[in-house]
């Protein structure tokens, strides 16, 4: 039973840490491009995505505390 329920949690866990990288590196793409890409309209897209990478970062991070949580009990 207790090996069945830590693989979902785990499977969560590995994704969340996944897309928090992802969106760290998003925010770190936006932020450059903002600087050196100026003269393109892809500072504006890339804002976008980076805010959205980093909402979906912050969501991911709230399912692995609940994951986490859920594993301590």
Known sequence: MMVQSDVP???IGRAASAVGVIG?????????????????????????????????????FYIEMKAGLAKQR
């Open 9 to 11: 949690s785990d499977m």
């Open 24 to 60: 760290s590196l998003a925010i770190i793409i936006g932020l450059a491009s903002v600087t050196f890409v100026d003269r393109f309209g892809i500072v504006n897209m890339l804002i976008f995505w980076s805010l959205f990478m980093l909402t979906v970062g912050i969501g991911a």
